[in-house]
């Protein structure tokens, strides 16, 4: 299994996140994956214009690292999301990642393969981040394995407990478990087929627009 994993700390693979990112992938490496993790910092990743022209084309018009890391992803397995807790929500980096994938949300161009998502935070609040974070997971196509929020000011010298390593290193493993055993949830299946309802609604609604999206609804769906 190939994962991808996206960090969204500006503070690099020696971050809180990126400490707690390398205990999953630690899980997952255990059962054969091989891991890669992107660092969103400056301006890897621009955000979003709202020109619209992804849904046009397929491709985003801004020349920085979206495109390459997308393919990345279109050609991985499995895609972890790990960020701080920024104001009770992802960071920028991340989000500024999430809004470019509008277009992979039309046409839920990740579907197939398998997810999670990590948070760490001062003070606490991860569960509606990684619920979130899980939520858009889903509206790519992924399946969301699982999550985790740590609290770092519940730890001396923000030093992570035998058990927070543990619960990480199990979320890897349940990534690769769930790949290779093409394990379903039918909670996430249940958003997934709603998500994929509203999308074709609106693919359709708006096909003079968005002639790429439209085509890929018809020949790589069946839309008709
Ligand atoms: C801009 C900014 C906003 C933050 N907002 C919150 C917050 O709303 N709640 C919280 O508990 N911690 C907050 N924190 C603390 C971070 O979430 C926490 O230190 C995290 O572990 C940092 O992760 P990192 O080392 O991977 O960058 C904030 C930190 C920064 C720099």
């Known amino acids: 299994m190939k994962i991808i994993s996206i960090l969204g700390s500006p503070r690099g693979k020696k971050s809180n996140t990126g400490r707690l990112l390398e205990e999953v992938q630690k899980g997952a490496r255990h059962w ?8 969103l910092k400056g301006a ?4 979003c214009l ?16 979206f495109e390459s890391i997308k393919g990345k992803i279109l050609a991985a397995d499995g895609l972890i999301l790990a960020s701080p807790n920024y104001i009770f929500s992802v960071s920028a980096q991340l989000k500024a990642f999430m809004d470019r994938c509008c277009g992979v949300l039309h046409c839920m161009s990740f579907e ?32 969301p394995v699982g999550a985790l929020g740590v609290t770092m000011g519940n730890l001396a010298d923000e030093q992570f407990t035998d058990e ?3 619960q990480a290193f199990a979320l890897g493993e349940e990534l690769v478990l769930s790949w290779k055993g093409k394990k379903r949830s039918k909670r996430v299946d249940k958003k997934m087929a709603a998500f994929k309802t509203r999308m074709e609604w609106l693919i359709s609604y708006r096909k003079r627009e968005w002639p790429y999206e439209y085509d890929f609804w018809r020949t790589r769906r069946g839309m008709k």
């Open 32 to 39: 054969g994956a091989t891991c890669e993790t992107i660092q």
């Open 44 to 47: 890897s990743v621009l955000p």
């Open 50 to 65: 709202g020109c619209d022209k992804c849904h046009v084309t397929g491709w985003c018009v801004q020349k920085d690292e």
């Open 112 to 143: 197939g393969k398998y997810g999670a998502s990590i948070v760490t935070s001062g003070g606490g609040d991860e569960k509606p981040i990684t619920d979130y974070m899980n939520h858009f997971l889903i509206t790519t196509g992924i399946s």
């Open 164 to 166: 927070i390593r543990g």
